[in-house]
């Protein structure tokens, strides 16, 4: 039975459903020191955390079995994702389940920088009634700038459109389509700095939007707009927001993110006039909470029944509809990968993957992770997977290129795989799929027409085109016991050279293969077993 531990707090809903499936076993063991965790995971297949327990080198050495690790939250600061990553384990965590909870904290902050509803139970609490100080400002009617939109700046558009604010967003990876399903109008950051009365953040911290919000940005911006920081501390430049608050060019912000954190107990940023500040309370939420444990519950037992692997960290999710389009292609891929293989020297430098056809639509990241695992089976064997197959293929020096091409193949959809040695000797394989059920078969090697199902034991060998020869090499098999299943001949010239790719139902002796070797015609001898 898969054993999981649980070693922080999760949501009960989370506890309750891990228990319902009855293929687990559920370790439960908060608060755990350094040294018990190590004991714990000894056998465990998955381990799921929040923020407190650290998943160490040490943590994941000693849990040999381990395939997944949960993250109940976004932050992964306590796992160390690249020796999980280089052992093959899947790290994942929840982005989606804090969407609504951080949304409404935005909004929150949006009419509290609209109505300065806490400065005012600040002076009733010191016994004051001052009606005139605390007056405030409508959102209706607004123009509402927002800088990117995901998942939370998707739902806080939904939610200023309904208090009648005009949305206006930036967001360089914004598709026309949903911006028309969000009825957003889209504009670049300077229009949206000048025409915004109150201007929200929902970007990753990068280096594009470090201080996206800063004193230039400022001075492009309307006297008297509203800003909110819920997404990521740095993205405003903390300083600049002080000063055009003071100066009233800002008339007022909320922030909930924060440069440093916890934000230090002397920071200017605590007496800035105008300004709410709120402790990282994004995901505060019981739902959010509840939601986030029973998301991340999913997600690992889906991971270890084999399932659809979504948000994962190190490697790319894909959703069930997209799995059972590109697994055909993955079948194809990962074979194709393992034959390529065998057939190249041992020491390769560069692998070039080319896609033709109907795979251009197709989402080529975990197919090329595919094709990578299958070239590695052979070299690494069990302990490479769709998580580490990159990785492996960077520490053996190996780049892996990928070309999408749009020129005419004579195939529906082609993969081509190219490996290129140090010595520059260059080995190729093409496949595609054939027929209604999609069955995956070998059409090129090295350049030459085959057909071939990649499957069981192949025998490819390169021949002189010799009257007979066919009959030589099959009596050395037949001799030998070795029942030949299927054949594919190939030449580009009369009395050329020939490709013959025999499909055999066990494996030659050595002896066998030792006279196929020195048979008069052959030039060179590959066994490929899948
Ligand atoms: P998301 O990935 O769904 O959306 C991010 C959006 O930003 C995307 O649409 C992307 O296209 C856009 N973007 C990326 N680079 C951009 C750029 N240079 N300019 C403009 N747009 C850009 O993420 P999300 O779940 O909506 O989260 C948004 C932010 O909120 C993140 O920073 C996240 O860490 C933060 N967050 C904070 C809390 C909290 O507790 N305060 C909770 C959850 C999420």
Not at 108 to 125: D, E, G, K, V, W
Not at 284 to 307: D, F, N, P
């Amino acid at each position: 039975m898969k054993k999981i531990l649980i070693a922080d707090e999760i949501s009960i809903s989370g506890i309750e459903y891990l228990k319902s499936q009855p293929e687990f076993e559920l370790l439960v063991a908060l608060d755990s020191k350094p040294k018990e965790i190590i004991q714990q995971v000894k056998d465990v297949t998955a381990i799921i955390v929040r923020s407190e327990t650290k998943i160490t080198a040490e943590v994941i050495t000693a849990a040999p079995q381990l395939v997944v690790i949960g993250r109940a939250g976004v932050g992964i600061d306590n796992i160390d994702v690249e020796t999980a990553t280089q052992r093959g384990i899947i790290v994942m965590n929840t982005p989606a389940g804090n969407t609504l909870a951080t949304t409404e904290l935005t909004f929150t902050h949006m009419l509290c920088s609209a109505r300065p509803i806490t400065q005012a139970n600040s002076s009733m609490n010191e016994g004051k009634w001052e009606r005139q100080t605390y007056a405030g400002s409508e959102l209706s009617k607004k123009v509402f700038g927002v800088i990117g939109v995901g998942r939370i700046g998707g739902e806080v558009v939904k939610r200023a459109q309904a208090f009648g604010m005009q949305v206006i967003a930036y967001d360089p990876y914004l598709t026309q389509e949903r911006a028309l399903a969000l009825e957003v109008e889209q504009v670049d950051l300077d229009p949206l700095f000048k025409r915004a009365d109150f201007i929200s953040i929902h970007v990753p911290l990068t280096d594009d939007t470090r201080h996206i919000i800063d004193a230039k940005a400022f001075e492009k911006m309307k006297t008297g707009v509203r800003i909110i920081n819920c997404a990521r501390g740095g993205l405003i430049h903390e300083k600049d927001l002080i000063d055009a608050l003071k100066k009233g060019k800002v008339a007022a912000a909320g922030l909930d993110v924060f440069n440093e954190e916890p934000l230090s107990e002397t920071s200017e940023l605590r007496n800035t006039p105008n300004l709410v500040l709120t402790p990282h309370l994004g995901a505060s939420t019981e739902e959010a909470q509840e939601s986030i444990g029973l998301e991340i519950a999913k997600a690992v037992t889906e991971v270890l029944c084999g399932g659809i692997i979504t948000n994962a960290i190190n490697m790319p999710s894909i959703d069930g509809r997209t799995l059972k389009t590109l697994q055909p292609y993955l079948v194809l891929g990962e074979k194709l990968g393992t034959i390529l293989q065998q057939i190249s020297p041992p020491q390769i430098e560069k692998l070039i993957v080319t896609y033709w056809g109907n795979i251009m639509d197709l989402d080529a990241m975990p197919l090329t992770r595919g094709i990578q695992r299958g070239y590695l089976l052979k070299i690494s064997g069990k302990g490479v997977n769709d998580v580490n197959a990159p990785l492996i293929m960077k520490h053996l020096g190996i780049e892996v290129e990928i070309i999408k091409s749009s020129s005419e193949s004579g195939y529906t959809e082609l993969i081509r795989i190219e490996s290129i040695s140090a010595q520059g000797e260059k080995y190729n394989i093409e496949g595609t799929l054939i027929g209604t059920r999609q069955q995956p078969r070998v059409v090129h090697v090295n350049d030459r027409d085959v057909e071939v199902i990649p499957e069981g034991k192949l025998l490819l060998l390169e021949n002189k085109d010799l009257p007979g020869i066919v009959g030589v090499l099959g009596t050395i098999l037949g001799k030998d016991g070795v029942n030949i299943a299927s054949m594919s001949l190939s030449r580009n010239d009369v009395g050329g050279v020939a490709m013959t790719i025999f499909q055999l139902d066990s494996i030659p002796s050595q002896k066998a293969l030792d006279k196929l070797n020195v048979a008069e015609a052959v030039l060179n001898m590959n066994l490929v077993e899948l």
